[in-house]
């Protein structure tokens, strides 16, 4: 009897790029999850990625039992942790790269807001007006960018009158109204950055097929 196996593979070793690896081990601080780094002898797809020239790194959970076997035991919220860092690091990368971005992000957090105030301001868009600044803070080196947006919003909403405007308080929300106004701030922002995002990087790709600057996390 003979076992014939097919042809033998070897996969060659590569290296996960040095600012990925910064970049996820700074989001691992901001995010108070403990980390270290360490090598993996196991094949992934982050390898072959690295290998055609795409910057990638990867983010491991512990696991008592190892993976890939029946025993696996993560704990999910150890799980949990490494999707938090996850979500963290594109969204910056891609702002990094792509900062018209951030225009379309405003417009929605401002939109959302302003009509949450005149609801609880019990007024409506043809009736007042709402304000906003936001400052957009950057610092670091595009190796390590993080951007921050400051916005200073008004506790109402100016009436419109024939003289001066009349400035309308509005209602204080409560937790659950919070709540839900922050999650329509997110399910907005992913539907409109996912189709962006996925035109911008199809468009890079295209003209940087060995150098390209977004980054593959596994």
């Known amino acids: 009897m003979k076992f014939d ?9 590569a290296l996960m790029d040095a600012g990925v690896q910064r970049r996820l081990a700074e989001g691992a601080d901001q995010l108070n999850v403990p980390h270290l780094t360490l090598p993996s002898g196991a ?21 008592a039992n190892g993976s890939h076997n029946p025993r696996e035991a993560m704990e999910m919220a150890d ?3 490494g999707t938090r860092l996850l979500a963290w690091t594109p969204l910056r990368i891609l702002f990094a790269a792509h900062p018209e971005l951030l225009a379309p992000v405003l417009q929605i957090i401002h939109r959302v807001i302003a009509r949450f105030l ?25 190796a390590y960018l993080n951007i921050h ?3 200073l919003l008004l506790d109402g909403v100016y009436r419109r009158t024939e003289g001066e405007p009349d400035f309308q308080k509005a209602r204080a929300p409560t937790r659950a109204e919070l709540e839900g106004l922050l ?3 997110i399910a907005r922002l992913m539907k409109v950055l996912t189709v962006r995002s ?5 468009s890079g ?10 980054t593959l996390v596994a």
């Open 149 to 151: 947006l400051h916005c």
């Open 198 to 202: 996925n035109s911008s990087v199809s």
């Open 5 to 13: 196996l097919g042809r033998f593979n070897i996969s060659e070793p």
């Open 183 to 185: 999650e329509k701030i």
């Open 79 to 81: 799980f949990a942790l």
């Open 43 to 63: 094949g992934h797809d982050a390898q072959d990625f690295a290998l055609a020239g795409f910057p990638a790194g990867m983010i491991f959970v512990r696991n």
């Open 118 to 142: 005149l609801k609880q301001a019990g007024l409506k868009r043809c009736a007042a007006d709402t304000g906003a600044v936001t400052l957009i803070q950057r610092f670091g080196s595009a």
């Open 205 to 214: 790709l295209k003209s940087r097929p060995r150098s390209c600057p977004y």
